[in-house]
């Protein structure tokens, strides 16, 4: 059985902040919505674990956190947050997860640190994803099918084998493999592991690193340590590099809508990514 995932405590703000007065219909146009809008609204963004501090992923900490505090989060909060939503809207819905294989070979064997979720409507089954970053997908994506599917923004597909499912992104006129993810029921016993590794081992992404994402109409904006980009689709990308940490607030702030933790080791944290020197 897939897991029960607990209802929501403000459901209400949640779809205010989603442009929507009063509950919507559980529709493949409604998913479609929902996606767009939150992506567009709820930054991916990984400042408690440039903090080194605990990820708490039950669903009042993470609706404190992203409703209540002005944050963002990665995989583990946000699509947990959208699961909870599509259950309560009515959609047939339950969470699954996958390796991140982003920036290497598309068959790597690597942890199984990504969570998304399944949703079934009218016998179609779809993945939706509001937690990957700088490459989210913008909309629903059929499982069923090969075919490149468009989105408000570039196009993907799904490719299958033997029982699992890679997602391809179509960037620069390539098709990179972004994360490869299977259909097996999960627990929150899987999902605690997993956000345990990514906020805590030393071999993760995120830690200790400031990785921050939104979209926007026709375009990303990305933030990786002190390198901001925003990619456009229909000219070049605009790339600079940050060097003062009030510009590098100021950004968080006003780029990506973020309310800042009230943490002493926020500043020393980013003179510390600032100064560091990059990875080529």
């Not at 068959?107 to 199984?112: G, K």
């Not at 989210?136 to 099918?145: A, E, G, I, K, Y």
């Not at 940050?242 to 500043?267: C, K, T, W, Y």
């Amino acid at each position: 059985m897939p897991e029960d995932t607990p209802r929501l405590t403000h459901s209400r703000l949640y779809l205010e902040r989603l442009g929507y007065a009063t509950p919507p219909p559980p529709t493949l146009q409604t998913l479609a919505q929902l996606q767009l809008r939150h992506v567009s609204s709820f930054a991916f963004e990984t400042l408690s674990s440039l903090l080194r501090a605990p990820v708490h992923i039950d669903l009042p900490s993470v609706e404190q956190k992203v409703l209540l505090d002005g944050r963002g989060g990665y995989c583990y909060e946000l699509n947990q947050m959208f699961l909870a939503l599509l259950q309560m809207l009515g959609f047939e819905a339950r969470g699954i997860t996958g390796r991140v294989v982003m920036g290497g070979p598309p068959d790597a064997l690597t942890p199984r640190t990504h969570r998304l979720s399944l949703v079934t409507l009218d016998g179609v089954r779809y993945i939706t994803d509001v937690g990957f970053g700088g490459m989210v997908p913008t909309s629903p994506l059929q499982v069923d099918t090969e075919v490149p599917q468009a989105t408000p923004h570039e196009r993907y597909r799904l490719t299958a084998k033997e029982g699992s499912y890679t997602l391809w992104a179509e960037v620069g006129g390539e098709w990179r493999g972004l994360y490869v993810f299977d259909l097996q029921a999960q627990s929150h016993f899987d999902y605690e592991i997993g956000n345990w590794y990514v906020c805590t081992h030393p071999q993760s992404p995120f830690l200790g690193q400031l990785k921050v994402a939104l979209i926007g109409p026709g375009l990303r904006r990305t933030l990786n340590n002190g390198h901001y980009a925003v990619h456009y689709l229909d000219r070049d990308s605009e790339k600079r590099s940050i060097h003062e940490v009030d510009e590098l607030l100021a950004l968080l702030e006003n780029s990506f809508g973020l309310r800042l933790p009230m943490d002493p080791q926020l500043r020393p944290r980013l003179m510390e990514i600032l100064a560091a020197p990059a990875v080529l």
